[in-house]
């Protein structure tokens, strides 16, 4: 089946025992665009993950990834996909190009040495390739684990709350590999606690509570979904995580939302009460 839609979700349910998980979950992913699904713990991402890539069975329902039904055509969606769990699943004993080839070897790709080597260029750990996996940092290793889930180039990769436990400059790494991603055609679907991780990553955010999509558009819809906003003119100051870069010396992500760039070229004392022109906004309770 063609379409234009690399994953879509009708009226999904699943149940363990008497809870309900997934309630009739709704959901179109278009081809080569990053889908953020939001939801608190216990909300139904990790189970729609696990649905979507074939390792759970839904009770009800139809879920399609790239046109494919996962319900009878379980081998065609597990050749179009791949998954990146919670936690990076390297083996921490095989020197990080080992770790690609085993993965290539595996899914019989040709000339897997040549795939190591690309894959190690392309997420920038050409110099780390013939170190131990157990030697890296957790955002080294977490790319690693991205890019074994890239051997084969599937057209649909699913990052199930990549960022979990890493440090604010790990996951300054996985954002930008991320980004590359995006950039280079892949369909992401990125299952997150943390917003501003969907703020900055997605062209598209749904929110997952007690098994349903309650919203789904882009940020600029979502902020839509608010009353207009009141400004007043306060003093800006630096986040903890702000400085904390700065002093670094790996530089400062850039606020969601299109905010401001700041330069962290040398971390400078903040005036004390200064005004400036930035603006806050008091946002009221969603409609």
């Known amino acids: 089946?063609?379409?234009?839609?690399?994953?879509?979700?009708?009226?999904?349910?699943?149940?363990?025992?008497?809870?309900?998980?997934?309630?009739g979950v709704?959901?179109?992913?278009?081809?080569?665009?990053?889908?953020?699904?939001?939801?608190?713990?216990?909300?139904?991402?990790?189970?729609?993950?696990?649905?979507?890539?074939?390792?759970?069975?839904?009770?009800?329902?139809?879920?399609?990834v790239g046109g494919h039904d996962v319900a009878t055509?379980?081998?065609?969606?597990?050749?179009?996909?791949?998954?990146?769990?919670?936690?990076?699943?390297?083996?921490?004993?095989?020197?990080?190009?080992?770790?690609?080839?085993?993965?290539?070897?595996?899914?019989?790709?040709e000339r897997p040495g040549r795939v190591a080597d690309d894959l190690l260029a392309r997420f920038d750990l050409t110099d780390a390739g013939g170190r131990r996996a157990g030697t890296y940092s957790g955002g080294m290793r977490r790319r690693l684990d991205i890019a074994m889930s890239l051997v084969g180039d599937p057209p649909v990769l699913f990052l199930d709350e990549p960022t979990t436990g890493?440090?604010?400059?790990?996951?300054?790494?996985?954002?930008?590999?991320?980004?590359?991603?995006?950039?280079?055609?892949?369909?992401?679907?990125l299952t997150t606690q943390y917003l501003e991780e969907a703020e900055q990553l997605a062209d598209r955010?749904?929110?997952?509570?007690?098994?349903?999509?309650?919203?789904?558009?882009?940020?600029?819809?979502?902020?839509?979904?608010?009353?207009?906003?009141?400004?007043?003119?306060?003093?800006?100051?630096?986040?903890?995580?702000?400085?904390?870069?700065?002093?670094?010396?790996?530089g400062i992500p850039r606020r969601g939302g299109g905010g401001d760039a700041t330069s962290a070229a040398t971390p400078a004392a903040t005036p004390a009460a200064t005004p400036t022109s930035d603006t806050t906004a008091r946002e009221g309770a969603p409609r």
């Open 73 to 109: 055509e379980p081998a065609q969606v597990r050749a179009s996909i791949s998954l990146t769990g919670q936690f990076a699943a390297v083996d921490e004993v095989l020197t990080g190009r080992e770790n690609l080839v085993m993965v290539a070897e595996l899914r019989r790709v």
């Open 205 to 250: 955010i749904a929110i997952l509570h007690e098994g349903r999509i309650i919203a789904d558009g882009t940020l600029a819809e979502l902020k839509q979904l608010f009353p207009p906003t009141t400004v007043e003119y306060v003093e800006k100051q630096p986040t903890l995580e702000e400085v904390f870069l700065a002093i670094v010396g790996d």
């Open 1 to 23: 089946m063609t379409t234009n839609n690399a994953i879509e979700l009708v009226a999904l349910t699943k149940s363990y025992g008497d809870q309900s998980v997934l309630k």
């Open 166 to 189: 890493l440090d604010p400059q790990s996951r300054n790494e996985v954002w930008k590999t991320v980004r590359q991603l995006a950039g280079q055609g892949t369909t992401v679907l």
């Open 26 to 64: 709704d959901l179109t992913v278009p081809r080569g665009t990053v889908q953020a699904l939001l939801g608190s713990n216990g909300a139904g991402k990790t189970t729609a993950v696990r649905i979507l890539s074939t390792l759970l069975k839904a009770d009800g329902g139809t879920a399609l």
